[in-house]
Structures are given as C-alpha cells and as structure tokens.
C-alpha cells in the first residue's frame, strides 16, 4: 500500500508541536538567551493552578521532567508537579532568590542575594555542593557541558564545574553584573553597570573583545545568527557582529528614552522588547526599525518569550498579556492579582509565571 508522504509528514509535525516543548531549562530557555521556543500553546488558555509561595516570586521558573522549579524573595526554592502544582521539595537557601534556575543531568544551579550559588539534586532538593561570591548573584546561570557559568555584583564572571563545584576560572569586569551570561561559539558574552559588552573565552577565561555601549546592561543580550542583539538602560537597542564586535545599527526607542531592564527575545527576523514606560515593541532584527508597539498600564520588567507566533509576557499592571508576533495584537489577557515582573516559561503544554505577591500561576489548554 503506497502512503501519502506528505500527509504522513504533516500529521508527524502536529503530533510533535501537540505534545509540546520537552524543556524550558533554563532563563530565556538556552545558553543563547533567544527567549523562543517553537511550542505553540492553545489558542483558549485556562488557569490549570495557583501555588502560593507567600515572598514575592521575581525569578522565572524552570520546567524539565513534568516538574517546576522556582524560587522567591525569602529565600524558599520548591520544586512542583506541572499537573497539579503540589510541593514534591523545598530547599532555604541563605538569601532572597531573584537568580532563575538552570537545570542541567539530574542537577539545579541557581544563586542568591547573600552571594552564595548552590547545585541542587533535582530528585530530592539536598545540596550537593555551594559556592560562595562576594556579591548577591541577580544573573541567572547558564550551563553547557561540563561548566556552569554565572555572574555576580562583586563585577566578577566565574566558570565552575558543574560536578564538583571547582573554580575553573573567574574574569574581572569594571562594576556589577546584573545580567546574565549568554554564550556564543566560543565566548561567554556579559555585559554590566560599567557600560561594555565583554565577550570572555569559555576556554580560560581571558577577554576577547570588548564593545563600549556607553550605558549600563541590565538586560541579558541575545546571541542570534552570528549577530548579539543588546538592550541598554536608557532605551537604546544594539545589533553588534558577534564575531568582529561590529556595530551594525543603534536605535532609540520609544518618546522618553525607556528604561529597558527586560531581557529581549529574537526570533527569525524580528526582536521584540518591553520597557518601563508601560510599551512592549517588535523592531525589524535586520534595520532596528519598529514594526509594532503594544501598550499595557504598568511598566514591563518582565522578558517577552515567544511561543511559536505568539509572544508573552506580564506587565506591573498584573496582567499576563499575550500578543501575536506578527502584529502585536492583544489575543489574550490573564488578570493576577498582583504585579509580574519574573518572565513566564513555556513547555509540555503549560504556561508558567511567578508573580510579586507570591503566587504561582499554571496555564493549559481549556477543555
């Protein structure tokens, strides 16, 4: 019996996006920091649970293995069950957690504001070892092989082993560090409150290059098709040549020069952003021309993610927007009862966000 290949193919591909993304494992979703994932949700979302973790809940959480990993300001890290949001472990670490975890073979890094960084065993929540800094550790870390990389306000980037927990390697910057690591082929890419874009070598950590931006980087930058993608402080958005550090174009946004803490995420030929002047914005990758701007009644310090068409993100107004990439029209809106600044996470069907009063909340298809 000869088969229709073609339709065989189709059918494969809907069977693989229906059972959606394995992982969000980490903050923006890779090493790379794009924010993407090609998951795409189902058009009618419905609130599937709320957990209440009481401190306030900044950092964006992880989804490996049906589990949610997240932590909040007083320090409580948990791990729940993506079906029903039950507790399966906690862990207290020393400080407040605003570092979104990474979980990498079995294993969960994450740091906090008393400058410590831990790995966690992700089955049961015990330390497996802890590394101290002298610095709160905002960054979120990012793991690739056998290293794990973060970074901290005492202005240093450190490479450890993500085994033992050794020190590999740490490269001193001019100032804080409030962004987190993103990696390119061979760099780890940082950028901080001294106003450069440093691209350090993964192999020993000496600096490559440096690019002065002449602003400070709290937004993690993106490495996408050879090009990083960075948004400064004061409103402006960067397109650099990764490999050269060429700058290919420099654009201010928005009437006010916004403050743009939140990460941006890249997709294809577009780049979208959001900003405390209340404005989430898509530009053109290619030109930094502004293709659209959607407008909430709360500033946004919470990262855009984009799902298949779709893009993410909440607003201090306490609503969980989510708006077509193509147009930047308002599809859906999830009203919280409190303000969201930590990213949402998408994987295995589900919709995941902290939000500042404590709460977790949990989306899924509606029946």
């Not at 029903?84 to 207290?92: A, C, D, H, L």
């Amino acid at each position: 019996m000869m088969l229709n290949t073609r339709s065989t193919v189709f059918a494969i591909c809907i069977a693989i996006a229906s059972a959606g993304q394995a992982e969000w494992s980490m903050f923006r979703g890779s090493p790379a920091r794009t924010g993407v994932t090609e998951e795409r949700l189902p058009e009618r979302l419905a609130l599937a649970w709320v957990h209440e973790m009481n401190g306030s809940v900044n950092c964006s959480a992880a989804i490996v293995n049906r589990a949610i990993f997240v932590g909040n300001d007083d320090g409580l890290f948990v791990a729940l069950s993506l079906d029903q949001g039950k507790r399966t472990w906690e862990f207290q670490a020393q400080g407040g957690i605003e570092s979104s975890p990474a979980v990498k073979d079995g294993r969960i890094f994450f740091g906090d504001d008393q400058g410590f960084f831990y790995a966690l065993d992700q089955r049961t929540g015990e330390q497996i070892w802890r590394f101290e800094v002298q610095g709160k550790i905002i960054a979120s870390p990012t793991v690739e092989d056998k290293r794990v990389y973060l970074a901290s306000y005492d202005h240093f980037l450190y490479c450890l082993d993500r085994v033992t927990g050794d020190l590999i390697w740490k490269h001193e910057t001019d100032a804080q560090i409030h962004c987190s690591p993103c990696l390119t082929s061979d760099s780890v890419l940082t950028g901080g409150c001294d106003g450069f874009l440093r691209w350090v070598a993964k192999k020993n950590g000496e600096l490559d290059m440096k690019v002065d931006v002449q602003d400070v980087v709290a937004a993690t930058p993106v490495f996408h098709q050879g090009s990083v993608y960075a948004a400064v402080l004061g409103g402006r958005v960067l397109r650099v040549e990764a490999d050269k550090g060429l700058l290919i174009w420099d654009v201010s946004v928005g009437k006010n020069s916004p403050e743009l803490m939140a990460s941006p995420a890249v997709k294809d030929d577009r780049i979208v952003l959001a900003g405390r002047d209340r404005v989430a914005r898509c530009l053109n990758a290619k030109t930094g021309e502004e293709i659209w701007a959607f407008e909430t009644q709360g500033s946004i310090d919470s990262s855009p993610l984009v799902a298949g068409e779709d893009v993410f993100f909440g607003s201090s107004d306490g609503n969980l927007y989510r708006v077509s990439l193509a147009e930047g029209k308002q599809l859906w809106r999830f009203p919280t009862a409190s303000p969201i600044t930590a990213s949402p996470a998408v994987a295995e069907g589900r919709l995941v966000v902290g939000v500042e009063d404590g709460a977790v909340y949990c989306f899924k298809g509606k029946d």
